[in-house]
């Protein structure tokens, strides 16, 4: 109990009739980063929040560094840092000014200079808040979330609403946390985040957590491949089983990929043909994804 | 202990960003002196009944244009700002940290103290230059006490009304509403000697008139004694203890939905 960083038993909460948290289980050891990964609604907020202290929980156990969230302790808020989903700072100071005055609310606050660098904004730590673009304020968030040298980190959904640019450098910044050894807990909507981010991934559907480990188990624990290449209208041979065709593209998704791809190969090679755009897939956390969140219906 | 000195922090962090917004702060401190230039330049020269005997409506106009200031420093001020704050996720931000809720919320108030006590010799010093009127002396006790009396009476209820306030938006609307009806009925603005009783009355029901009465004493020249209306002081106390009470029942850290 004492090594993890996060403890959560059998985690309830319900708004009115709706079970937002349907009870989780989930332990995130110290130096890990683990990543919540669900559609929007899944519960994934509510939990952070219960961990955070901001929210309160109607059932289940939590232990947050050795503390009840509940509880509010003054020592556990000195240790963790909080990045909000949507939260503010005051528009009229700068950078630099606004992480010092979160700095000074922390007994042993990391330094100035390197919470700017961890999170690249040092060449813009005189520029006030208020002419901050998106990316550079949510930037300025996870400063002000790492300001007191939290041993633990909190980001909720720490990219959305990003470009394509903002979001690797934001990456490159979280990836830079792990270097320094925090632990993190993410949420996200996200799958390439997750798997590029995460040493951890946890699946949440409708308050529950439907499928948990490392990227690559996950995508491993599949042992389907789907083999595709452009239909040419010629048939298939009878080996290969079911197939479909969408777009012109020829899918076959199986669980013995080298048996039917020599079926095929030797179909065509006999016909004295090409299979155009031939490729077989593993696959991806987000093909895994879909398949758990998939309405039961 | 290290509570009150994140508080005490925090006051210089409140005080900095408020000034780096210099047409919000220029307008903070122009609005009541603005009032007191209209009302003067439309009754100043007549002659109102004291007790102890008759002066310039300029005498009655600088202690209502000091509580206005209170009222509108204190309670308008933390009933829209709070909220702005709160919609914002700041209070919310503030509240993951070790400062404690009490503590932000001791700041936003000393730092409306502040600019309180700025507002008030503001308009005692214009009304002292150009229209004569007398600066207390012998009462200036009475003045401070009334004018600490009513700032935290005026910020708890402030503070209070932001559990009603259900957004950012709707904060100055029914901030307004709320406040511009009382002042016209606790003889700020105007003398109500002509009105109905029963709105004389029901002025005397809330805190603004009482505040207006306690300073009103202390500004008569020909009062001769220290100008302490503890009758007065004691209702705006009570409010304000009401409305400590309500605040700390009901406020809330996050955007109502």
């Given at each position: ?5 996060i403890e959560v038993r059998d985690l309830r909460k319900s708004y009115g009739d709706v079970e937002a948290v349907a009870g989780i289980d989930l332990t995130v ?5 683990v990543a919540l990964l669900g559609p929007n609604g899944a519960g994934k907020t509510t939990t952070v929040e219960i961990l955070e202290g901001h929210r309160d929980r109607d059932g289940g156990e939590v232990s947050v560094?050795?503390?009840d969230p509940a509880d509010r ?9 909080i990045?909000l989903q949507t ?67 909190f980001l909720d959904e720490?990219?959305t ?24 807990l993410l949420t996200t909507h996200?799958?390439?985040?997750a ?5 951890r991934v946890a699946i949440i559907v409708r308050g529950r957590i439907v499928a948990e480990g490392?990227?690559?188990?996950l ?69 895994v994804y879909l398949e758990l969140t998939r309405d039961p219906t | ?91 919310k ?159 809330s850290w996050e955007p109502r939905t």
């Open positions: 109990m004492g090594e993890a960083a050891a110290r130096g890990e980063v560094l050795g503390h302790s003054l020592d556990l808020r000195k240790r963790i840092g990045v939260t503010g700072v005051e528009p009229y100071l700068t950078i630099a000014e606004t992480v010092e005055q979160f700095r000074g609310l922390y007994p042993s606050p990391r330094s100035l200079d390197e919470v700017l660098e961890a999170v690249g904004l040092t060449d813009l730590r005189d520029r006030r808040v208020k002419r901050l673009s998106g990316g550079q304020q949510r930037r300025l968030d996870v400063a002000v979330g790492l300001a007191g040298d939290p041993d633990l980190l720490p990219t609403g990003f470009d394509p640019s903002a979001r690797r450098d934001a990456w490159d910044m979280i990836l830079n946390l792990r270097s320094l050894g925090k632990t993190v996200y799958m390439d985040e798997q590029s981010l995460a040493d490392p990227p690559a188990i995508t491993g624990r599949d042992r389907h491949a789907t083999i595709s290449f452009r239909d040419s209208g010629d048939g298939l041979p009878v080996e290969v089983g079911e197939a479909e065709v969408e777009g012109g593209m020829v899918r076959i998704r199986t669980e013995e990929p080298t048996r039917v791809l020599h079926a095929l190969t030797s179909w065509a090679t006999a016909r004295g043909e090409e299979l155009p755009e031939l490729s077989v897939a593993r696959p991806s956390l987000e093909d | 202990m290290s509570g009150v000195r994140l508080a005490a922090r925090q006051v210089l962090y409140e005080n900095r960003a408020f000034w780096r917004n210099p047409p919000a702060a220029f307008f903070t401190f122009a609005f009541p002196l603005l009032f007191l230039v209209i009302f003067n330049m439309l009754f100043g020269n007549e002659t109102i009944r004291v007790p102890g005997g008759e002066t310039s409506a300029s005498t009655f106009f600088v202690p209502a244009i000091a509580t206005f200031a209170i009222v509108n420093a204190t309670f308008s001020n933390l009933a829209t700002s709070v909220p702005f704050a709160r919609d914002q996720g700041l209070l931000r503030y509240r993951g940290t070790p400062l404690p809720g009490w503590g932000y919320l001791t700041a936003r108030v000393a730092h409306a103290v502040v600019v309180t006590i700025l507002l008030v010799a503001l308009v005692t010093a214009f009304g002292a230059l150009f229209y004569g009127v007398d600066v207390p002396t012998n009462t200036l006790p009475a003045v401070l006490v009334a004018l600490a009396v009513g700032a935290f009476a005026f910020c708890s209820l402030g503070l209070a009304m932001t559990a009603v306030i259900p957004n950012a938006d709707a904060g100055p609307a029914i901030v307004n509403a709320v406040i511009l009806p009382l002042l016209f009925i606790s003889d700020v603005f105007i003398q109500t000697d002509q009105a109905p009783e029963w709105v004389s009355t029901l002025g005397s029901v809330f805190p603004v008139k009482h505040l207006s009465e306690a300073l009103q004493t202390a500004f008569n020249p020909f009062h001769t004694g220290a100008g302490f209306e503890w009758g007065h002081i004691g209702i705006v106390a009570v409010w304000g203890v009401v409305g400590l009470f309500l605040a700390m029942r009901f406020f």
